[in-house]
């Protein structure tokens, strides 16, 4: 399975603030996935993010509040703008590997004060 | 859209016994992947095993195995010689084998293991 890093582990933040986490991979895939998972909740997709190409956002996660980018095919990043105390989680990327299983990084926990 | 329950939301087991945990899912599709991830307080979602719908027999990994029953959409964790380190959030997930590659997750069981 592919080796996945995530920058910052953790971090507490300012409400009106933005951060943006890094996701890096070993090798290179096609596939990279951001979820989301809110305190005691399981985890939900926020978005699928390809190279070359604008990222696939589900249903109730726009472009404008969580900005992807995907420059390569061994990284991406993560961006949560004009942040609230809502939006305080763990976020997760993960990528899809061999036998169509995807594997995930360590996550980045994130308060918003 | 498929959906996936885990109707436990917290289980409990002495250390060296066996314990199953629960899943079922809902889908119109024919074929699929089904996953279950663990989840320990590190937060690192870590892979335990993987089903492909078109497989009959049942997968297993080490002290790890499922119980798929494809037509009653269920698919069953049974851990045995339950160890400290199984304690974790067990998550149930659900991929389509064509289109959307994302997974569906359940709600997770808590698993406690009593030494």
């Known amino acids: 399975s592919a080796v996945i890093s995530q920058k910052p582990s953790r971090d507490i933040c300012q409400r009106g603030t933005s951060l943006t986490i890094q996701c890096q991979v070993d090798s290179q895939v096609t596939m990279m996935f951001w979820y989301r998972q809110q305190p005691g909740q399981s985890l939900t997709l926020i978005a699928t993010?390809?190279?070359?190409?604008?990222?696939?956002?589900e249903s109730g996660f726009v472009i404008d509040k969580f900005p992807i980018s995907r420059p390569n095919l061994t990284f991406s990043t993560l961006t949560v703008s004009n942040m609230s105390p809502e939006d305080s989680s763990i976020y997760l990327c993960?990528?899809?590997?061999?036998?169509?299983?995807?594997?995930f990084g360590p996550g980045t926990r994130l308060t918003v004060l | 859209a498929q959906t996936v329950t885990q109707s436990q939301p917290e289980m409990s087991v002495q250390e060296a016994e066996t314990v199953t945990l629960s899943c079922t899912y809902d889908t119109s599709e024919s074929d699929y992947y089904l996953f279950w991830y663990k989840q320990p307080p590190s937060r690192q979602m870590i892979l335990v095993i993987r089903?492909?719908?078109?497989?009959?027999q049942n997968a297993t990994e080490n002290r790890f195995s499922v119980n798929f029953q494809k037509a009653a959409k269920s698919f069953s964790l049974k851990i045995s010689d339950s160890q400290l380190g199984d304690a974790a959030m067990y998550f149930c997930?659900?991929?389509?084998?064509?289109?959307?590659?994302?997974?569906?997750f359940g709600q997770g069981t808590r698993l406690t293991i009593n030494p």
């Open positions: 993960s990528v899809q590997g061999a036998s169509d299983t995807q594997y």
């Open positions: 997930a659900y991929r389509s084998a064509r289109g959307a590659q994302k997974l569906v």
């Open positions: 089903q492909e719908a078109y497989k009959q």
């Open positions: 993010a390809n190279q070359g190409s604008e990222a696939t956002y």
